[in-house]
């Protein structure tokens, strides 16, 4: 269905300017149902939400010592700076200790890399 709409063929389009639903595109990306049975011989990108009292950190520590990529909301910390920061220390301190990398990826995201993954800083 999604892949009609991307070549041209059939589905609803908006506005009649030849564009597709982009939302319905976007909820369409998944490739699986849904269910996750964790294999220890793949990688996973996990999204983790820390909460306004920095709770989280230790399933991100967890998540990045068994080889997994994560993608931190800090979101509910962005009121208390001095939080966010230590937190932030932490976080930079095991990634250094296991050869990992930690970058801001937006404005309340945090991409924390495990051992053997780099992040390519954008040249201007």
């Known amino acids: 269905m999604v892949w009609k709409k991307l070549l041209g063929g059939g ?3 908006k506005s009649g300017d030849g564009d597709i639903d982009i939302e319905e595109y976007l909820n369409d990306l998944s490739v699986r149902d849904g269910r996750v049975i964790e294999n220890e011989d793949m990688t996973y990108v996990k999204p983790i939400d820390l909460d306004s009292d920095g709770k989280g950190v230790g399933t991100v ?3 990045i ?3 997994n990529i994560v993608v931190l909301n800090v979101r509910g910390l ?3 700076k001095v939080l966010l920061r230590n937190i932030v220390k932490e976080l930079r ?3 250094t200790q296991i050869d990992g990398d930690l970058g801001r990826i937006s404005e309340d995201k945090v991409l924390v890399l495990p051992a053997g ?3 390519i800083q954008r040249s201007n």
């Open 11 to 13: 589905g609803s389009r």
């Open 61 to 63: 520590l967890a998540e």
């Open 65 to 67: 010592e068994k080889g």
């Open 78 to 80: 962005m009121h208390n």
């Open 93 to 95: 301190d095991a990634c």
């Open 117 to 119: 993954m780099r992040i």
